[in-house]
């Protein structure tokens, strides 16, 4: 999994929606698995970051992507459906989603966290989650095979002190990427986690200001296990949460 070797054009024919695709491991993702041949919805907030990353994919020769600038926090039900029919309108289907995309907010004692922080927390790594995932089921079953992908936390498996509503959102992705891969377990929709682990990126540097950079992995280091989720390789896992750097 995590020494997964692909082989070149392991994703070609399928398309991938990554949230939060325009920095950080979001961007790497995205990159690595236009290289690998799909077809990548880049969704995010800041557009111009978005479109640095459809240049990128487009310089290296992969697969036009498509662009869906949105922030998770202002996000409807509408927003999440309208997409869902533009997808299955232009792809005809969904093979993957990836969802990255997430906010730390700023760590403090829980005595201390107020409700705005919290709820804007909850619904930019969770709620939104839910939602888009609702809407976007459908049309994942006219894949072949498809993979959900969630992006965990090792403070959303054990709680840590400070790390409040953030900590809380990922256990909140652990439980909800658990119950749909059950009741999804009969299905061609396989569901699981990724637990990233500390990587060099600026949610980690916003955590760990003094922290070195440097002996920290990067996101490129974690991409085997992104590509292995993503690839029929791993049709079968389902309802695991997996660590992308070995213990
Ligand atoms: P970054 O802060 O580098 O990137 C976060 C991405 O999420 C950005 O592309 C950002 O877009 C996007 N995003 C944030 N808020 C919103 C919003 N409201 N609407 C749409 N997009 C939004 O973080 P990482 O790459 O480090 O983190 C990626 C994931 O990995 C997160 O879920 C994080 O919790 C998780 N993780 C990271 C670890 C680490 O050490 N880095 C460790 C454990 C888990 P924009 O740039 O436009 O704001």
Redesign the pocket.
């Known amino acids: 999994m995590q020494d997964f070797q692909p082989e070149a054009q392991v994703l070609a024919n399928k398309t991938i929606l990554v949230?939060?695709?325009?920095?950080?491991?979001?961007?790497e993702a995205a990159l690595t698995f236009a290289r690998y041949g799909a077809t990548v919805i880049l969704l995010?907030?800041?557009t111009a970051?978005l479109e640095a990353v459809y240049d990128a994919i487009m310089a290296n020769g992969g697969p036009e992507p498509a662009i869906v600038p949105?922030?998770?926090?202002g996000a409807t039900k509408k927003h999440y459906h309208d997409m869902a029919n533009t997808i299955k309108a232009e792809f005809g289907k969904l093979d993957g989603v990836l969802h990255?995309?997430?906010?730390?907010g700023v760590l403090t004692p829980f005595e201390h966290i107020d409700l705005e922080t919290w709820q804007k927390i909850m619904q930019?790594?969770l709620t939104s989650a839910m939602l888009m995932t609702q809407a976007l089921l459908p049309v994942m079953a006219l894949a072949p095979q498809a993979s959900l992908v969630f992006?965990?936390?090792?403070v959303g498996r054990r709680g840590r002190a400070y790390w409040g509503p953030y900590s809380v959102s990922?256990f909140g992705t652990e439980g909800m990427m658990q119950l749909i891969a059950d009741e999804y377990e009969h299905s061609t929709i396989r569901t699981n986690c990724i637990?990233?682990?500390?990587?060099r990126?600026?949610?980690?540097s916003a955590a760990y200001p003094g922290e070195n950079q440097l002996s920290l992995k990067t996101?490129a280091d974690l991409m085997p296990l992104y590509l292995y989720l993503m690839a029929d390789a791993s049709i079968g896992v389902n309802g695991q949460s997996l660590d992308a750097q070995p213990k």
């Open positions: 949230t939060g695709a325009g920095d950080g491991i979001g961007k995010g907030k800041t970051k949105l922030d998770l926090n990255n995309a997430g906010m730390l930019v790594n992006t965990s936390s090792g990922k637990n990233p682990g500390a990587t990126t600026k949610m980690r996101p």
